[in-house]
T-cell receptor, first 114, second 113 residues
Framework: DGGITQSPKYLFRKEGQNVTLSCEQN?????MYWYRQDPGQGLRLIYY???????QKGDIAEGYSVSREKKESFPLTVTSAQKNPTAFYLC?????????????FGQGTRLTVV | GNSVTQMEGPVTLSEEAFLTINCTYT??????LFWYVQYPGEGLQLLLK?????DKGSNKGFEATYRKETTSFHLEKGSVQVSDSAVYFC????????????FGKGTKLTVNP
């Protein structure tokens, strides 16, 4: 079955550590996205990528980094510079261009700083 | 800029009640509109969509009509079930634009038996 997979589902990080969240899709989608979700605040865009080897900052990119070396993969690194990283992180992908504008989401990774 | 405003929650209903969750948008260009649903601890699932004015999206008894004149995309269901309890997000994307999805803040729905 085609889909988008995030791992791990739960992640614990000590303060000062970098952690990387995985996002893989086998839908052959061009565009991929990372969102952060906090209670009562909806989804906020961290980074997005429309093509391999290219990505753009979203609304809250500070303290995060990404790479897009393969079409299928869009890992997110939460760096020690992110002051409040505890949140639910969602990865999404979709086809570039018209016809199928909807995004498909992974199951999310819940990151907790301990 | 592009934005989505949806009604504040939480919304609590009894089973078989009528549901409306309001959503209005501001957009430059011609947006596609979506409703997503999120169950506890999970990602978002597409519930329905509409890609042009006067389109009606429907799925699982939920409906929403793309109203360009009122810039709205209200979600409705005639008879809710306990299993509909979830958080509902309205969203838009601009075709041919930056391809970013813009979400509302979400509305939590609880349906009691």
């Amino acid at each position: 079955d085609g889909g988008i997979t995030q791992s791990p589902k739960y992640l614990f990080r000590k303060e000062g550590q970098n952690v990387t969240l995985s996002c893989e899709q086998n839908l052959n989608h061009d565009a991929m996205y990372w969102y952060r979700q906090d209670p009562g605040q909806g989804l906020r865009l961290i980074y997005y990528s429309q093509i391999v080897n290219d990505f753009q900052k979203g609304d809250i990119a500070e303290g995060y980094s990404v790479s897009r070396e393969k079409k299928e993969s869009f890992p997110l690194t939460v760096t020690s510079a992110q002051k409040n990283p505890t949140a639910f992180y969602l990865c999404a992908s979709r086809v570039e261009g018209r016809g199928r504008p909807e995004a498909f989401f992974g199951q999310g990774t819940r990151l907790t700083v301990v | 800029g592009n934005s989505v405003t949806q009604m504040e929650g939480p919304v609590t209903l009894s089973e078989e009640a009528f549901l409306t969750i309001n959503c209005t948008y501001t957009a430059t260009g011609y947006p596609s509109l979506f409703w997503y649903v999120q169950y506890p601890g999970e990602g978002l699932q597409l519930l329905l969509k509409a890609t042009k004015a006067d389109d009606k999206g429907s799925n699982k008894g939920f409906e929403a009509t793309y109203r360009k004149e009122t810039t709205s995309f209200h979600l409705e269901k005639g008879s809710v079930q306990v299993s509909d309890s979830a958080v509902y997000f309205c969203a838009l994307s601009i075709q041919g634009g930056s391809e970013k999805l813009v979400f509302g803040k979400g509305t939590k729905l609880t349906v009691n038996p």
